[in-house]
């Protein structure tokens, strides 16, 4: 997964509370990403990020916010989490805005809000 | 939407056999790629396929792309038990990040 890590992998938490994912990577690429995976939607790219403190929002990025204080690190954070949160989340990045050059994504991260 | 959609949603063959799974798009894009998703795992890319280039071959892999039609194909060839998985394509129109269709889910029987 091209030196990339998320934690955790999996979660379980109750509506109304605040969780954070982590994307960790060690390839020092400028673009990174997170995006949830839901049955019949594919990926939905909910928060981006072009550099340290440089984010901008995705096509689902209601009820998210992120921060990118390191290059190798980027959080995602349910600030009350709910049900319909409840979905796999990817981290990918990459080495430019190009799109010629390849996402790179980690392994996921399971969420489940109850 | 201007995602990717992919056909058929799932495909079940033999090995040995080729699987052929198609992407279309609504917009103008500047190049289309190819994701493989094993159970469980993230995406890895497979392909791209420039929007002036019309065949690109790589592998066991064939992507074909008809701008025209606003489509594109994926071919693989001699499949393995090891190619099933979930196929993705990815479409670059020049906004913020790629825009991923819903996927294919192929099975390869033994």
């Known amino acids: 997964d091209a030196g990339i890590t998320q934690s955790p992998r999996h979660k379980v938490t109750e509506t109304g509370t605040p969780v954070t994912l982590r994307c960790h990577q060690t390839?020092?690429?400028?673009?990174m990403y997170w995006y949830r995976q839901d049955p019949g939607h594919g990926l939905r790219l909910i928060h981006y990020?072009?550099?340290?403190?440089?984010?901008d929002k995705g096509e689902v990025s209601d009820g998210y916010s992120v921060s990118r204080s390191k290059t190798e690190d980027f959080l995602l954070t349910l600030e009350s989490a709910t049900s319909s949160q409840t979905s796999v989340y990817f981290c990918?990045?990459?080495?430019?805005?190009?799109?010629?050059?390849?996402?790179?994504f980690g392994p996921g991260t399971r969420l489940t809000v109850l | 939407s201007q995602q990717g959609e992919e056909d058929p949603q799932a495909l079940s063959i033999q090995e040995g056999e080729n699987a052929t799974m198609n992407c279309s798009y609504k917009t103008s894009i500047n190049n289309l790629q190819w994701y493989r998703q094993n159970s469980g795992r993230g995406l890895v890319h497979l392909i791209l396929?420039?929007?002036?280039?019309r065949e690109k071959h790589s592998g066991r892999l064939r992507v074909t792309l008809d701008t025209s039609k606003k489509s594109s194909s994926l071919l693989i060839t001699a499949s393995r038990a090891a190619d099933t998985a979930s196929y993705f394509c990815?479409?670059?129109?020049?906004?913020?990040?790629?825009?991923f269709g819903s996927g294919t889910r192929l099975q390869v029987q033994p």
């Open positions: 990815a479409i670059d129109t020049g906004r913020r990040a790629l825009t």
């Open positions: 390839e020092n690429h400028r673009y």
């Open positions: 990918a990045i990459s080495e430019s805005r190009d799109f010629t050059d390849t996402q790179y």
């Open positions: 990020s072009y550099g340290v403190k440089d984010t």
């Open positions: 396929i420039r929007s002036n280039e």
